[in-house]
């Protein structure tokens, strides 16, 4: 298939906080989009509803509500939709929620994923892309992070999971030349955004005159990456086929023997979470109460993406600065939920 040919792309998770928005770009571009998601109660299924709504009307785009962990569902709708791409976002999110229910994680997010990569493979898919995280670098020292940094200290079962994918993948990539880009995302936010997540929680709370839990003091940072931006990224990065033997540069973490590919998709610039916090008191006109609290077990202190490779492959970084994203989250806010 060559590069001006239509593309029909399957995005597993679409009525999630990144699909969403990813099959909305892609839709407002003209392609052909089939959805899947499970629309599960992790969080609240109303705002996955709402999400799925605005795209629901919209021609080129087709959804089915199935679990990626029923293998015969996933093969029925890949057949059905018979992809080009793949665009694999679904899965068991949430740091604090793997210290519980670890089980979750591997029922989704290896079992479901590995259902997602036979599939692509069984249809000879032109390029598969996996969510990863930027948790799977754990207890990592090096600053910022490169693709090519060994990553094999995960701290929580959720990074442990997502290690797992990309290892799965790898072999796939090798034994069947399945091209695959795997996408490690650091903290992601804005507009639609998972209610679970920091940049939500405290977004709600500060609307409703509660106090925030800030874990280390306050002491850390984090790489946030604006949702709009994530998905202008993930659109390019379908073009940038992992070719085996062909990296692009010395910063390539592309394989030595398979067309599969690890990229960092962050802003390169974090921020304290102390000047988060401030950026949402300005964005909303109001102060925080916080309680001040020691390290959460699990925890990261900072992260901070390299995206060498990533403008390397498609001439694009994100760089939303949080003022901007801040105050276009909290104007969503209000009118979803008004207060």
Known sequence: MTAASPRRILITGVAGFIGSFL???????????????????????????????????????????????????????????????????AGQVGVRHSLTHPEDYVSANVTGSFHIIEASKRHEVAHLLMASTSSVYGANTSFPARETDRAVHPLTIYAATKLAVEMMAHSYSDLYRLPVTMMRFFTVYGPWGRPDMAPFLFLDAIMHDRPIEVFNHGRMSRDFTYVEDLAIALEKLMAAVPVAGQPVGACDSLSPVAPHRVVNIGNADPVGLMDFIKAIESATGRKFKMNMRPMQPADMVNTCADTSLLQQLISYKPNTSVADGVAKTAAWYRDFYPV
């Open 23 to 89: 099959a909305q770009r892609l839709l407002d571009q003209g392609q052909e989009v089939h959805g899947l998601d499970a629309m599960t109660p992790y969080y609240d299924p109303a705002l996955k509803a709402a999400r799925l709504q605005r795209l629901q009307s919209q021609p080129g785009f087709s959804f089915a509500r199935l679990n990626i962990e029923d293998r015969a569902a996933v093969d029925e709708f890949f057949d059905a939709a018979q992809p080009t791409h793949v665009v694999h976002l």
